[in-house]
């Protein structure tokens, strides 16, 4: 595994480089989402940027996302997911993907199985099964870039789909760019220093951030009371949804 070591950019996150994406090849392009909103909040712009030049983009949601409200009577699992998934369409559509791009894997919010790429003999029965059915949706989608959550995300299920694509992405005929993007590293409480050998840089998306900010409104059951009976209910806060509000998003990339 790739130490850390190199202190978090997003102390001083508006003075990264700013990139454009305007060299991606003409290809489809997959954004995975651990879970049902991290593909807004983390790269809302860019899915609206890259739309807007004619790139297909297709989005791998991860996690059934059942364990936000999880005392909820209201809002029992099924419902719930149900909810999830309605809320992710309509934030898409805004973003310009249609629900045939979008594919909800429906694995357990807060148990994504864990594999390390490196070496998959640890690996458990339920951590392979995922594998190849990861495996054979690459391959079904073959991605010539894939912005995926950052290796070293404080969530677990972050870190655990990041390992599972880059276990996975040895049945691609052609490796695809890595993108990463950063969420829970924006909490400063659970900030970690950037992983040795990532560069990190900011996408313009001021002509988007509007858009992006009418897409991550969509997720009323993680930005309101919309889900009243649940006291411990997930929320995302107001403070934490203002760092994706910004007219520039952050990406991670590891150098060769
Ligand atoms: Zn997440």
């Known amino acids: 595994m790739t130490s850390l070591s190199v202190a978090s950019p997003f102390a001083a996150a508006a003075n990264l480089p700013l990139r454009s994406l305007g060299n991606l090849p003409l290809a489809p392009v997959l954004v995975v989402a ?11 712009g860019a899915i609206a940027q890259l739309r807007s030049l004619g ?11 059942t364990k936000s409200h999880p005392r909820s009577q209201l809002y029992p699992a099924p419902r719930l997911r149900q909810l999830r ?24 919010d807060g148990a994504v199985p864990a594999v390390d790429p490196a070496d998959l003999s640890e690996a458990s029965a339920s951590a392979l ?26 969530h677990r299920d972050h870190r655990a789909s990041w390992g599972l694509v880059r276990a996975a992405l040895g049945a691609m005929p052609s490796p695809p760019r890595l993108i990463e993007y ?13 992983g040795d050998r990532y560069s990190a840089w900011r996408l313009d998306i001021a002509p988007q ?20 009976d649940d006291p411990t209910g997930f929320r995302l806060s107001p403070e934490l949804v203002a760092n ?3 007219p520039w998003e952050i990406y991670l990339e590891q150098t060769p």
């Open 34 to 44: 651990p879970h049902p909103d991290d593909e807004t909040l983390g790269c809302g």
């Open 55 to 65: 790139y297909p983009v297709q989005v791998l949601v991860v996690s059934d996302g």
């Open 85 to 108: 998934e309605s809320e992710t369409l309509a934030a898409l559509a805004l973003l310009k993907v249609e629900a045939d791009g979008v594919t909800f894997w429906g694995l357990p």
């Open 129 to 154: 099964a995922a594998l190849e059915h990861c495996r054979a949706y690459l391959r079904r989608v073959l991605p010539q870039t894939i912005f995926l959550p950052y290796q070293f995300d404080p």
């Open 182 to 194: 950063p969420i829970w590293d924006w909490d400063p409480n659970q900030r970690q220093p950037l």
């Open 209 to 228: 951030v509007a858009l992006k900010r009418q897409a991550i409104d969509c997720y009323r059951s993680q930005t309101t009371d919309l889900i009243p």
């Open 244 to 246: 994706f509000l910004n």
